[in-house]
């Protein structure tokens, strides 16, 4: 990108007026076309830059508004992909939602038979799905049996359940609160509010000690092994990481992650020494292959290989600003050509083998080698050129996926809470944060109920097969 400065004013000075001709015009015009562009460029951060100091003093000026958590660039590029057409006739129709509802109970409708003609015959049934839900409470009395011996003087006093002791409120219960906030996002008033409804009575304060402090050594265990399996799962990991607020203080949260599971990690910062601890376990060295992620500096050196992410490049050139019509054209013309290039990787990853794996390494050379003439346009292109690696890791490892929507797209459940909820107010809240959100996530992607499997704990049953030995066979 020409940069305004005294070497560019001095080319500018330059050029004889007088000596412009048909053959050096286009030098110099496509010469002038840059140094605006380039002023375009400056200009257009120079903006954002004023604008996000404006921000910042008004926040100075004002420090008993809501606190805002700058959130990491993917949060609000939810649309950043690489909008490949859809191939239709891969399509796939989607399968009647009505297959998988489960039938509680039959109900038979009649006829009124002296309607019907003499002739008319039973011919079977018409059948109509109906959906509905019971809600109602279950506040039990339990009454305990007591005796007394006079000779022991003694009282024998029939036992609860263990599950029942020390508190006044079902295992039901207990997991319906955390379902609501934490899979629905609810916050603890409005959850009141619902409970009050079906004749609850419940305090803010007991909502937050059943989610923050009720079984916090099993829920942690429970992520833990989430973790250990899931990190067994694959060659690769993925990873992302956004903003939070613990105790009023920004931290940050990290999400590591692969099809078949999600786990959360909250620290007061990513520095890569932080993530190598995530990543490493407690271990030496991370037990896995590849690093997925984008192309941030704290995840370079962890991993035996680095991949990256495809739709985190495509994003650089989206953002790409121009002023000229004829630019403009340049930049839309090469995204075409990058997206050709994906479906081609995508189709490769379905059906490898080693002629297409050599003709793509040249054709990414061949891509990525072109000059447009727009230094801009020409400055990115020649950064992707150098991530070649990185970003060709799939062509060894076909199982790779090509980008890194997945972590995204599971952090994207944590900007949501933290817009309702700000953050954590402290260490006890953290970590059920972290807990329950990774078995939340983790549940989705296998199949299992969420609420059912919190009441398993809640219950003290552990009944259900354990979500870490479910990722074992997916």
Known sequence: MKKFDKSTIKQINEIDLDKINTENAPDIINFLMNVIEGLFSELTEAKEELQRLGNKLAYY??????????????????????????????SRKKASKKENIKIDREEIIKIDKDKLPDDAKFKGYEDKIIQNILIKGDNVLYRREKYYSASEKRIYMAELPLNLKSTDFGPNLKALIASLYFDCRIPENKIIRLLGDFGVTMSEGTISNILIKENTNILAEEKNNIYIAGLESTIY???????????GKNHYVQIVCNDVYSAYFINENKKRETVADILKNGKDKVNFKIILADDA?????????????W??????????????????????????????????????????????????????????GTKTGFDILDERIELTKNKKAELLLVLEYPELPLHNNLSESGLREFVLKRKISFGTKNTYGT?????????????????????????DIFSGNMQLPRLASLIKYK
């Open 237 to 247: 990991q993925q990873t992302d990481d956004t903003g939070m607020r613990v105790s």
């Open 61 to 90: 000026e004002n420090r008993n508004r809501p606190p805002k958590v700058k959130p990491s660039k993917e949060d609000n590029n939810n649309n950043d992909k690489l909008d490949l057409p859809k191939d239709s006739n891969n």
């Open 297 to 309: 500096g704290q995840f370079n050196g962890i991993a035996e290989e680095r991949g990256l992410c």
């Open 311 to 368: 739709v985190h490049e495509f994003r650089h050139y989206k953002k790409i600003k121009t002023v000229f019509l004829q630019n403009m054209k340049l930049i839309n013309d090469f995204k075409s050509k990058i997206k050709d290039y994906y479906k081609k990787l995508k189709a490769y990853k379905k059906d490898p083998d080693e002629k297409t794996k050599i003709l793509l390494s040249k054709e990414f050379d061949a891509l990525f």
């Open 431 to 455: 970590r059920a944060w972290e807990n329950y959100m990774t078995i939340s996530a983790t549940c989705k992607k296998i199949g299992v109920n969420f609420f059912e499997y919190i009441k």
